[in-house]
């Protein structure tokens, strides 16, 4: 088996770091994997990361499981105590796989915005402009080799 996979691989594995807000790429690589069809109606994670074309369409939407913690497991030195959690600022590293068809020529890491309130039984309130929309943190180019 070959370790460079063919210039036609279908996928591309992500690692970035983060610190808050910041995002940051330090990885991209291609690998030959199918990735499973991923609909925005099924969407449950609160960030994700996009494949765009060149003109900024959005191909592809995967959900980045168990990045942007914000809280830490403290253990006690008695260990008859709980394991408690305390709140951290988001800090560390995540790896995503995204399919990399040959149109796809961006990533863009979004945090998902807040999901539409009903407010027609509360009057005077209104939705706030733009409340909805998922928020770009950053976006990189990705690479083409071969």
Do not use: C, W
């Amino acid at each position: 088996m070959s370790e460079q996979p063919s210039p036609g691989a279908g996928a591309v594995r992500l690692i970035f770091e983060y610190e808050g807000d910041t995002v940051r790429l330090v990885s991209q690589e291609a690998v030959d994997v199918e990735i499973p069809r991923f609909a925005p109606t099924e969407q449950q994670a609160e960030h994700f990361v996009e494949t765009r074309d060149d003109k900024g369409n959005l191909l592809s939407r995967v959900p980045v499981r168990g990045g942007f913690v914000q809280s830490t497991e403290v253990f006690p030195e008695d260990h008859n105590e709980p394991i408690t959690r305390v709140d951290t600022e988001a800090r560390g590293a995540f790896t995503v796989v995204v399919p990399a068809p040959r149109e796809a020529v961006r990533v863009a890491v979004m945090r998902a915005g807040r999901p539409p309130v009903d407010l027609s039984g509360a009057p005077g309130l209104t939705p706030t402009p733009g409340g909805s929309e998922d928020v770009e943190l950053a976006n990189f180019p990705l690479e083409r080799r071969g």
